[in-house]
């Protein structure tokens, strides 16, 4: 009897022993689900604390400037700077494209504020001693290679030197004694001697163009190598053609001069860069064989490619205006004729 009552309570013993441990185990596995959980919960709290830093880190990016720089090649100063993303970096792709474009066109061509980068070449001409006297070189802004340079520079900002290309006159200081040498071309007008505001103008405006220099490769124009004919730098009224008209006009009579100069260089392989008819005949040259110039509009262009360096002579007799062609005689077999 005894034996059987110690079995019966030791067996309830082991049972609540049981229970307990099932309980442990319970209180275990819900600890570790709710330590998973929390540790779920902490690293999405972590990923989004991340995001969101690194959202207010390229938000902070976005907003600093980038500044590009144009650098003068000359002087090496900057001459713009510029914050790449208030032109619309990063933003509008076309508009900054657009921007850039503008930019470099202004600088390439200049504003009515500021004169840009290109030159026109003035060609170098010989004193009445056959000295040379310097004229300037031909002077480009390549604006394809300055907008391609920008926008290399425009994600991380940086200097950007403007590309100049820069073109010398196409002969050698020692050929500047022969090219007067032989004649290759020539041509003449006439104009009446008796009106004085346009004998001074024809005289002034030959006297421009007379021993002028014209290398191999070289464009001349003729705007650029008279310069303003008006009545500061001595030019007087005189009848010219306007709309098929003749009206008095200070320069009246430069055409004359642009079109002896047109005759006479036709005569050699140049190419036409620009040149203007009249708006009517005029009686000095054939019709359609005129070259009307006005200073600041129509120009007269011609580039020589002829293969050799020339010479432009002119002279003005009474009445009479005489425009030549000249190159040193080692050339004078050489040089290109018109076809």
Do not use: W
Not at 168 to 192: I, N
Not at 284 to 294: E, F, K, L, M
């Amino acid at each position: 009897m005894l034996t059987r009552l110690l079995t019966i309570i030791l067996a309830g013993s082991l049972i609540g022993l049981s229970g307990c441990s099932e309980q442990t185990t319970k209180e275990i596995e819900v600890k570790a689900k709710a330590s998973e959980q929390q540790q779920v919960i902490e690293k999405e709290k972590k990923e989004m604390e991340e995001k969101k830093k690194e959202e207010e880190r390229r938000k902070a990016e976005e907003a600093k400037p980038v500044y590009v720089n144009i650098i003068d090649p000359n002087t090496k100063s900057i001459i713009k700077t510029f914050n790449t993303k208030d032109l619309g970096f990063g933003k509008d792709a076309e508009r900054y494209k657009a921007e850039i474009a503008k930019l470099t066109r202004e600088l390439a061509r200049g504003t009515k504020e500021t004169p840009g980068y290109d030159n026109r070449m003035i060609l170098d001409r010989l004193d009445a001693n056959g000295q040379v006297i310097q004229g300037t070189p031909q002077t480009i802004l390549n604006e394809t290679d300055l907008s391609e340079k920008i926008m290399q520079a425009s994600a991380k900002g940086g200097d950007v030197e403007i590309p100049l290309y820069v073109t010398a006159s196409g002969y050698k200081p020692e050929e500047a004694a022969q090219l007067g040498e032989a004649l290759v071309a020539s041509y003449t007008t006439y104009f009446s001697n008796g009106v004085a505001g346009r004998t001074k103008n024809i005289t002034l405006s030959a006297e421009a163009i007379n021993n002028v220099i014209v290398g191999v490769g070289d464009s001349f124009s003729f705007n650029t190598t008279v310069g303003p004919s008006d009545a500061e730098h001595g030019y007087q009224p005189a009848p010219e053609l306007l709309d098929g008209k003749l009206v008095d006009g200070i320069g009246g009579g430069i055409c004359q001069t642009s079109s002896t100069l047109y005759n006479a260089i036709d005569q050699v392989a140049v190419s036409y860069i620009e040149k203007n008819n009249h708006s009517a005949h005029v009686g000095y040259v054939p019709t359609g064989r005129d070259a009307t110039v006005s200073y600041g509009g129509k120009d007269f262009r011609f580039k020589n490619t002829t293969g050799v360096p020339v010479l432009l002579k002119s002279i003005v007799k009474k009445g009479s205006l005489t425009v030549e062609v000249r190159t040193a005689k080692a050339y004078q077999s050489l040089i290109k004729k018109s076809k």
